[in-house]
Structure formats: structure tokens, C-alpha cells
């Protein structure tokens, strides 16, 4: 969805490097996530953030740190990287559900293929 | 706990065949089901989802998926599959009584249409 960025798409780094995925949104959804995908395991949720002073970790966040920055901007950390963080991250986001039903929508970005040597 | 189980990695289906990929779920409350693909290097695209009403949806591209409560599955149907389906398809839930509205994924399955 070209309304999702994300950058870089494709990274090669090295053990113990600090690495910023960042995302950039113009759907002017208030929720934004952070996802990594891994083969035969589906999509796991590292951090979400439901507007730029809520951040909120997900079932995978240790090793990871994120920034919203503002509504549109949200980035991922990875501090200090390893090679089992090798993976492919997407960004998502959706718009909040002001009346019932609450089951918003996520819309992916092309995704980030990291490579942690 | 909540879960979502696509039980086959792979399905193999010939073109004008119709097609079908399994997913069957595990909530505690009443659930929220979405159907998702993912294209060779593209991000997810919602197909469908659904909340609450007719047990047949309809979604993007010909799609549709039948929520049955009573075998807990939401399997995703095309009567006639195209070449150009050839993708990997997820599943998620979310239980509507989860105020974080996170979603629970499953693992994917690889749809493969053979002209």
C-alpha cells in the first residue's frame, strides 16, 4: 500500500550495530505497529502505538526500542543488533473505531528485509 | 490463550479449479476474523473480514470466507482460482473482548495455482 513507507527495504548490517527501520504513513490513521514475519511463523507484534503518547509493547518487543514521532512517523530501534533479529519487518496502521464494532482494518507497508550478519 | 491455525503450509490447486485455504481459530470471546495476502515482495493487503452478521463474507479479488462458530474456522473460498492468486495467504483474530486489539496471526499458507 503506497500509503505506508517504509526505509530502508533492504538492509545488511553486523552484529552490535544500532539499526533505525522507519515508517511514514499519509492514511492519517492514529494506530500504528510494528511487525517482524518469519518463515512458518506468521507475523508477531514487536510494538504498537495507539497515538504519539501511547506506545505499547507486543508479544516480541525485548531487543527492540521504538519512537512515534509524530502521528504519521513511527521507528523501530534495534540497539544493538544479532543475527536471530534477521527477519522481514512491516509497519501497519489503522484508524481507531470510534462506534461498534471495533475491529479496524490494518494496512501493511512494502516492508524492510533486515540482514544481521 | 488465543490462536490461529492454518494446518497446511502448501495448497496446490489447478486454474478454473475452485479453492480453499483452512484456518480455524481459538478465543475466548467472540471473534473478529481477517483474511490477509501477501505477494512476493509486497506487504499484506486485506482480502476480507468478518464481524458479525452473515456467516459468508465477501472480500477483494473474488474471495470469500465462511465463518462457522461451531467448528471455530474461517476458511477462505474462490470458486475459480487464477494463476495470478498464486500468493501467501494469513489468517488473524482477535477476540472482541480484547481491549489492546491486538491481532493473533496465523503461520500462512502458500497458494499455488498451476495453469
Known amino acids: 500500500d503506497a500509503d505506508v513507507t517504509q526505509t530502508p527495504r533492504n538492509r545488511i548490517t553486523k552484529t552490535g550495530k544500532r539499526i533505525m527501520l522507519e515508517c511514514s504513513q499519509t492514511?492519517?490513521?492514529?494506530?500504528m505497529y510494528w511487525y517482524r514475519q518469519d518463515p512458518g511463523l506468521g507475523l508477531r507484534l514487536i510494538y504498537y502505538?495507539?497515538?504519539?503518547?501511547?506506545?505499547n509493547k507486543g508479544e516480541i518487543s525485548d531487543g527492540y526500542s521504538v519512537s512515534r514521532q509524530a502521528q504519521a512517523k513511527f521507528s523501530l530501534s534495534l540497539e544493538s543488533a544479532i543475527p536471530n533479529q534477521t527477519a522481514l519487518y512491516f509497519c501497519?496502521?489503522?484508524?481507531?473505531?470510534?462506534?461498534?464494532?471495533?475491529?479496524?482494518?490494518?494496512?501493511f507497508g512494502p516492508g524492510t528485509r533486515l540482514t544481521v550478519l | 490463550a488465543q490462536s490461529v491455525a492454518q494446518p497446511e503450509d502448501q495448497v496446490n490447486v489447478a486454474e478454473g479449479n475452485p479453492l480453499t485455504v483452512k484456518c480455524t481459530y481459538s478465543v475466548s470471546g467472540n471473534p473478529y476474523l481477517f483474511w490477509y495476502v501477501q505477494y512476493p515482495n509486497r506487504g499484506l493487503q486485506f482480502l476480507l473480514k468478518y464481524i458479525t452478521g452473515d456467516n459468508l463474507v465477501k472480500g477483494s479479488y473474488g474471495f470469500e470466507a465462511e465463518f462457522n462458530k461451531s467448528q471455530t474456522s474461517f476458511h477462505l473460498k474462490k470458486p475459480s482460482a487464477l494463476v495470478s492468486d498464486s500468493a501467501l495467504y494469513f489468517c488473524?483474530?482477535?477476540?472482541?473482548?480484547?481491549?489492546?486489539?491486538?491481532?493473533?496471526w496465523g503461520a500462512g499458507t502458500k497458494l499455488i495455482i498451476k495453469p
Open positions: 501497519a496502521t489503522s484508524e481507531r473505531q470510534n462506534s461498534r464494532p471495533k475491529a479496524d482494518t490494518q494496512y
Open positions: 492514511k492519517g490513521h492514529d494506530r
Open positions: 502505538s495507539f497515538d504519539v503518547k501511547d506506545i
Open positions: 488473524a483474530v482477535r477476540d472482541m473482548r480484547d481491549s489492546n486489539y491486538q491481532l493473533i
